[in-house]
């Protein structure tokens, strides 16, 4: 069967991690066609549309996109960007990966945060003798990527029928005086069918990777309906799971406890912004940015991308020293996505080997300021990083 995966590069380093990440899924084995897909500012600036219908129609057709990273700007910057023959034509910024997600309900949004022995980046703890100890850190955080905070509906000098209506409930007596343009409001809506279908992937994927805990992360003493919404369906969804435990933890204390026993959690499950917050979280206990992978999945398309922007300091340095390793395991991702999991255990398998050896090592993994004298200073360049783990396949 031939398969074909739609490209995404996008803008800045997510050029050169995409075209990295080429090279190793090839040397790995992995057989398919790509096709490549405009996205990014690039098309903004020249088209007024960071995500041409052409892309889109792309991923309709091929179903799975591998994803670098885009730069966005404010609204006013990217006007100011824009082509001027495009200038009086009605356009508006828009982020075409929150573009991506929506149109195609990409709303199970997995990051697995995971812990490769011997990475200088580990997190560490003293331990009670004085020593040192270094918890290998396996946890995946499912995160509702379409609704809740993130959802968009919002505003800055709530129109009449909104204040009205807000003004039914009780509590909003404490705001009766404030004028609505003095006012900015940004709603957090969730859904029954959001929630359990952000559950439901949690505990399957729980089920199907052996994690044996899903932990509930949002705040329900004090957002009742939305986080009580999550959590009374996380209960209801976790009886068809009698060997998974559900846990709950409110967000502010997870982050507490973020450095306390980080290894004892196994899946998590957030609204989409408790669940930004909480995989940066447990990103940063694993190696950050240059480590951090991600898929987002909707029933027909999904998409896979490092959690890390377009990084534009880092764009132009040649020979380029970002770390390419999280679009590798974004990659590593899409295969187990598609049923290629030996293709993807045998890249992790070399990944894990490159790091724990420590020969070659990228800027961030060495602490170093990032610049052109990186590699003066040791730091590996990307090219060679890719060299390494091709080499250990
Ligand atoms: P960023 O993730 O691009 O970079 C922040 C810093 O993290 C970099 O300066 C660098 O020090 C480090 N970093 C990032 N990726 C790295 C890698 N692979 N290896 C080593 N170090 C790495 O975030 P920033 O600077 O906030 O945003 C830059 C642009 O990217 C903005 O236009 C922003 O809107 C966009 N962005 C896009 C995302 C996406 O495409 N999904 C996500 C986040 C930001
Ligand atoms: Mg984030």
């Given amino acids: ?231 009374r369906i996380a209960k209801e969804v976790a009886k068809d799971y009698p060997v998974i435990e559900l846990w709950d933890t409110n967000i502010d204390a997870q982050m507490m406890w973020l450095t306390k026993n980080p290894e004892v959690y196994g899946v998590l499950v957030a609204e989409n912004m408790f669940g930004d917050i909480i995989s940066d979280g447990f990103a940063g206990l694993v190696g950050g940015l240059g480590f951090a992978c991600s898929a987002n999945i909707g029933d027909e398309v999904a998409v896979f991308e490092p959690t890390h922007g377009s990084a534009p300091k880092y764009e132009k340095l040649n020979p380029s020293i970002v770390n390419p390793m999280a679009m590798f395991l974004s990659a590593c991702m899409m295969l187990d996505h598609i049923g290629e999991q030996n293709i993807a255990t045998k890249i992790r398998n070399a990944i894990a080997k490159v790091v724990e050896e420590g020969k070659v090592r990228s800027y961030d993994m060495m602490k170093l300021r990032g610049g052109a004298d990186a590699v003066n200073k040791g730091a590996a360049t990307t090219q060679q990083i890719t060299d390494e783990v091709i080499k250990n396949l």
């Fill in 1 to 231: 069967m031939s398969r074909t995966i739609v490209t995404l590069p996008g803008d800045g380093i997510g050029k050169i991690v995409l075209n990295e990440s080429l090279k190793l899924l090839k040397e790995a084995g992995f057989e398919a066609n790509y096709t490549h897909g405009d996205i990014g500012w690039e098309f903004w600036c020249k088209e007024g549309n960071a995500l041409p219908e052409r892309t889109i129609k792309l991923l309709e057709e091929h179903k799975i996109g591998l994803f670098g990273a885009i730069t966005s700007k404010p609204k006013d910057a990217a006007a100011k960007e824009l082509d001027p023959k495009l200038s009086e034509k009605g356009f508006v910024y828009f982020s075409p990966i929150v573009g991506l997600r929506q149109h195609f309900n990409l709303d199970v949004c997995i990051r697995p945060c995971k812990s490769f022995k011997g990475n200088p980046l580990n997190y560490i703890r003293h331990d009670a003798k004085g020593g040192f100890e270094e918890p290998l850190v396996d946890a995946v955080v499912f995160r509702q990527n379409t609704e809740g905070l993130y959802a968009g509906v919002e505003w800055t000098d709530p129109p009449k029928v909104v204040r009205d209506a807000l003004e039914t409930h009780p509590k909003m007596k404490k705001f009766k005086d404030v004028p609505s343009e003095e006012m900015a409001l940004s709603t957090r809506i969730v859904s029954v069918n959001g929630c359990t279908r952000i559950i439901k992937a949690a505990f399957e994927y729980a089920k199907k990777f052996g994690y044996k805990n899903v932990t509930v992360c949002e705040k329900p003493n004090v957002l009742r309906e939305t986080s009580g919404m999550m959590y």
